[in-house]
T-cell receptor, first 115, second 109 residues
Framework: EPEVTQTPSHQVTQMGQEVILRCVPI?????FYWYRQILGQKVEFLVS????????KSEIFDDQFSVERPDGSNFTLKIRSTKLEDSAMYFC?????????????FGPGTRLTVT | AQRVTQPEKLLSVFKGAPVELKCNYS??????LFWYVQYSRQRLQLLLR??SRESIKGFTADLNKGETSFHLKKPFAQEEDSAMYYC???????????FGGGTRVLVKP
């Protein structure tokens, strides 16, 4: 069964550094998402992406964040200048079309630790 | 704004006992409701979607619009049901999932 994959599984970075989290969505899906979960808190929506454009973003997704689909398979989340409070688990998800539009499939997550 | 509440952080039951995980939501329209499960060291997996009305792994969930609830039930819990369970909502014509805080279920032998 096809799965969403994410790399790396764990990223440690220093405050102020740029990080890029990578995701490979399920191949025939057209909608892509990033969520994050700070330890002990809820899973929070960051951004959704369709047809090479952001379709919705949350208040968390400020100018420090950007997303890109650089080729036909990867979907990336970039944090330009990381802060301590960006430490979290970041989940990528994708969904298909038609009835599958609402069913989001998640990757295993990337644990980001900002020191 | 939509909100999902799971009042229990932890539910501990014995194997074979019934288990019910509560989920309440606030949203003025007609939402799509889901239960996701996360087993230890695994990814979030879609367990149930309210419109499917199926039983998955013995779990069922009924949408009660009057009470704005979508509780998850299983009549006889198994040890392999031990996991984190998240209730989530998508508003009509949207695709952003709003999650509850999650309930950890521990099924004891």
């Amino acid at each position: 069964e096809p799965e969403v994959t994410q790399t790396p599984s764990h990223q440690v970075t220093q405050m102020g550094q740029e990080v890029i989290l990578r995701c490979v969505p399920i191949s025939n899906h057209l909608y892509f998402y990033w969520y994050r979960q700070i330890l002990g808190q809820k899973v929070e929506f960051l951004v959704s992406f369709y047809n090479n454009e952001i379709s919705e973003k949350s208040e968390i997704f400020d100018d420090q964040f950007s997303v890109e689909r650089p080729d036909g398979s990867n979907f990336t989340l970039k944090i330009r200048s990381t802060k301590l409070e960006d430490s979290a688990m970041y989940f990528c998800a994708s969904s298909g079309t038609g009835d599958g539009f609402y069913e989001q499939y998640f990757g295993p997550g990337t644990r980001l630790t900002v020191t | 704004a939509q909100r999902v509440t799971q009042p229990e952080k932890l539910l501990s039951v014995f194997k074979g006992a019934p288990v019910e995980l509560k989920c309440n939501y606030s949203y003025s329209g007609s939402p799509e409701l889901f239960w996701y499960v996360q087993y230890s060291r695994q990814r979030l997996q879609l367990l149930l979607r309210h419109i499917s009305r199926e039983s998955i792994k013995g779990f069922t969930a009924d949408l009660n619009k009057g009470e704005t609830s979508f509780h998850l039930k299983k009549p006889f819990a198994q040890e392999e049901d031990s996991a984190m369970y998240y209730c989530a909502l998508i508003q009509a014509a949207g695709n952003k999932l709003t999650f509850g805080g999650g309930t950890r279920v521990l099924v004891k032998p």
